[in-house]
């Protein structure tokens, strides 16, 4: 047949793609074959531009059990337990329906962790939108508020931290990334494979409808002014039909009756019976008349791209079909067998028996051309070493506080339930999440963040940051940090400016992955984040899961006790490009995010927690977006208490205050503890300087000003809410 240039773009493929299909397959591809290579080679599932690059990663490591390729990763934590996690976009359907846009993506990758056999424990999420001072910022940032927290909050998964960020770069295309995290006994570890040539394939959960089709295509696009049109790409999700499906899929792994589960996410039934088909080694004939409906004279290419939400993909053990079949009927959820495993390696889809597509399972979910993409670095910079002073630094102090980007997240994570299943131990607001393991001391730190613009600076060097700033997460919460997932959102690849980008941020991600001995072990590419051409600024956000061995020496980001002595570790610098003060105070971004020194922040972080199980440490915070100042206040809010801070001097007050130098916490202890702590520092020749003390109602930078800490709070609790009423 001959196909034109309208028929291909609508496919979401180019001529010289038809022409490989063609090659691999041996002759031309039908409607419905065009179709199924047009969502499997779409950016959005493929990773065609990225599977080069993403092969610079660490994957491995002693206690990895799974790394990427499958749902989600998972890693061992010891006592015959393994902690599963993952994160993924939801950007374009987000910025079309901001509320089901965020909701279906939580639904999402919360099917991620439970396809793999465990239980959802903690729900993340790291967002972007456009200045909070325009009114579509507002619309969107309500919507996906909302989506998360209901569908969260229906499904009985806490919600329990990540970051919001506003910045004109996201103005047309928000970023909404989710993350979640669960736990498992180790040996019921799920895959999404079946060994079985004779298996059935069961599909349970919701009917398939037509909403989502073409939803990968759509995402793997940039976004224009015609965009509000793709509104039927954008899935519709059903969190208590999620929460049905999550107990029946864990009761089955419970009681051993699968050999592999698969999630219909992106491209739905085509993605999952290609994946799963090609991971065994083996083929799938689909029935597409036996797939359940909710809408009459669907064809087979709808049938088979549709993205209802809330269905699974189950591959029984062998004589284990009708014990399946009856608790998904007491679950009153929808299940059918709807094929079978073959040998022979081909996807075959069936209708009425007439075979309809027939392509080597390989051709669709592996064997995707990958892009050779041209890469144009920028001009280089100079970095500037002298800094504007504010001509009040009380005013910019309360400037700062009541910021955007650095103000509370209240607003936020109120909508949410981050204590549903009473094992929070920390939750949003209070730094890194802490969450109780059940029927154990141990606990799991987890935090989702990264700075964009220290990547729009200077892409390599935000990159390490961005690790490095979760690993300090996993630290001050007294964790040792153990692996990663990532979500790398930037514009479009086609540019090489962008594609420059997208490679240094990798590089610097990778090495400092390499660095803190951290594999990445899951994660997302979310590329085509632009709006009429304009991009957003690079965004990679690093999901980081630590360990700490008894949950009861956790340390919380807050000042505790009249009379404790507050340390400063690590070394400030003269570092405030890209930084928040620049920003808010002189309304300026350019040249180079802060230095970073991956071994010293290893060996810091280790130290910190040395101290802490040598029982020196009372609480801990690291230092990051709005430095010094932003630190000691968030404590002091946290203990309803003041301190006396006396800055080392070494610059001017300003600097000290606001520098974004990297690699430094502020830690308490008691008086009796200072000597054993600051030689346990010295020892390992880090900088280790006592600056203040607790108590009081207000904080006093001695010698420059000093703040009621109510009045502090009220400017910093007051920000969104203001926005938002």
Same mark, same amino acid.
């Given at each position: ?15 010289? +793609?038809? %022409? ?210 793709? $509104? ?16 029946? =899929? ?5 009681? +051993? ?53 809330? $269905? ?16 998904f009927s007491r679950w009153g959820l929808d299940v059918a067998v709807i094929g079978r495993m073959v040998s022979e390696p081909d ?23 990958? $892009? ?10 100079? $970095? ?70 220290? =990547?729009?600076?200077?892409?390599i060097t935000g990159g390490r940051i961005a690790v490095a700033e979760g690993a300090r997460n996993s630290y001050a919460r007294g ?33 400092? =992955? ?56 690590? %070394? ?45 440490? %009372? ?14 206040? +968030? ?14 001097? +070494? ?21 009796? %503890? ?14 280790? =300087? ?36």
């Amino acid at each position: 047949m001959k196909i034109d240039e309208k028929v291909l773009s609508q496919a979401g493929l180019t001529t010289e +793609e038809f %022409k490989e299909i063609c090659a691999l397959i041996g002759r031309e591809p039908n409607m419905l074959e065009l179709a199924l290579f047009g969502v499997m080679w779409s950016e959005h599932c493929s990773y065609k531009s990225s599977r080069a690059l993403l092969k610079n990663f660490p994957v491995e490591g002693p206690g990895v059990l799974q790394g990427p390729g499958e749902n989600a990763g998972a890693v061992d934590i010891g006592d015959g337990k393994a902690v599963v996690f993952k994160v993924e976009s939801h950007n374009h359907p987000s910025a079309i329906e901001p509320y089901q846009g965020a909701a279906t993506g939580v639904g999402g990758i919360v099917r991620d962790i439970f396809t793999m056999g465990a239980r959802p424990v903690a729900l993340l999420n790291s967002l972007r939108f456009g200045p909070l001072e325009e009114k579509r910022t507002r619309y969107l940032l309500q919507g996906v508020v909302k989506g998360i927290g209901d569908y969260g909050n229906c499904i009985g998964v806490p919600t329990v931290g990540g970051e919001t960020f506003f910045h004109p770069s996201y103005r047309g295309n928000p970023i909404v990334n989710a993350m979640c995290v669960g736990i498992i006994e180790k040996e019921k570890l799920t895959r999404a494979s079946s060994k079985n040539p004779n298996a059935p394939v069961m599909l349970v959960g919701s009917r398939t409808g037509r909403d989502g089709i073409g939803g990968a295509s759509f995402a793997s696009d940039q976004l224009s002014g015609d965009s509000e049109e793709d $509104r039927p790409a954008v899935q519709v999700g059903d969190p208590f039909m999620e929460k049905l499906l999550l107990e029946a =899929c864990l009761e089955l792994i419970d009681k +051993e009756l699968v050999e592999g589960v698969q999630d219909l996410g992106a491209a739905g039934l085509t993605s999952s019976s290609a994946e799963v088909s090609f991971r065994s080694g083996l083929g799938m004939e689909i029935n597409v008349e036996k797939v359940p409906r909710r809408e009459k004279g669907m064809s087979p290419v709808e049938v088979m791209l549709s993205e209802s939400q809330e $269905r699974m993909l189950i591959i029984p053990k062998e004589n284990k079909t009708e014990e399946i079949k009856e608790i998904f009927s007491r679950w009153g959820l929808d299940v059918a067998v709807i094929g079978r495993m073959v040998s022979e390696p081909d996807l075959v889809i069936k209708e009425n028996g007439e075979t309809m597509a027939k392509i080597n399972a390989s051709f669709l979910a592996d064997l995707v051309p990958s $892009r050779n993409l041209r890469v144009e670095a920028p001009p280089q910079k100079k $970095r500037r070493k002298e800094f504007k002073a504010p001509e009040d630094l009380k005013k910019a102090f309360f400037k700062l506080l009541e910021s955007p980007n650095l103000a509370s997240r209240e607003w936020i994570f109120e909508q949410f339930d981050y204590m549903v299943g009473t094992d929070t131990v920390a939750g949003p607001g209070e730094g890194s999440a802490l969450i109780r393991v059940p029927g154990s001391k141990k606990g799991l730190s987890i935090s989702l963040d990264g700075n964009s613009r220290y =990547c729009s600076l200077d892409p390599i060097t935000g990159g390490r940051i961005a690790v490095a700033e979760g690993a300090r997460n996993s630290y001050a919460r007294g964790a040792r940090p153990l692996a990663v997932t990532d979500c790398l959102n930037f514009g479009n690849p086609e540019k090489p400016i962008i594609y420059w980008q997208f490679e240094q941020a990798i590089l610097g991600l990778a090495e400092a =992955c390499r660095a803190f001995d951290m594999p990445v072990v899951s994660g997302n590419v979310s590329l085509y984040n632009e709006t009429e051409g304009s991009s957003i600024n690079p965004t990679p956000v690093i999901g980081v899961v630590g360990l700490i061995d008894d949950i009861n020496q956790f340390l919380p980001a807050v000042l505790k006790e009249e009379g404790d002595l507050i340390f400063l570790l690590g %070394k400030t610098r003269e570092e405030l490009e890209g930084s928040e003060y620049e920003e808010v105070i002189w309304n300026r971004e350019e040249g180079y995010p802060p230095e970073v020194d991956l071994a010293r922040e290893r060996k810091t972080g280790e130290t910190l927690i040395k101290a802490n199980k040598l029982g020196l440490l %009372k609480s801990a915070q690291d230092l990051a977006e709005g430095g010094l100042a932003q630190a000691i206040s +968030e404590m002091s809010f946290a203990g309803k208490v003041g301190a006396e801070i006396n800055l080392p001097g +070494e610059f001017p007050a300003f600097i000290e205050l606001f520098s974004e130098s990297q690699g430094r916490y502020l830690v308490t202890c008691s008086p009796e %503890k200072r000597i054993e702590l600051e030689k346990l520092f010295n020892a390992e020749d880090i900088e280790c =300087c006592l600056i203040g003390t607790v108590g009081g109602s207000s904080v006093n930078f001695k010698g420059h000003f000093e703040a009621n800490v109510k009045e502090m709070e009220t400017a910093w609790r007051g920000c969104l809410s203001r926005w938002m009423e």
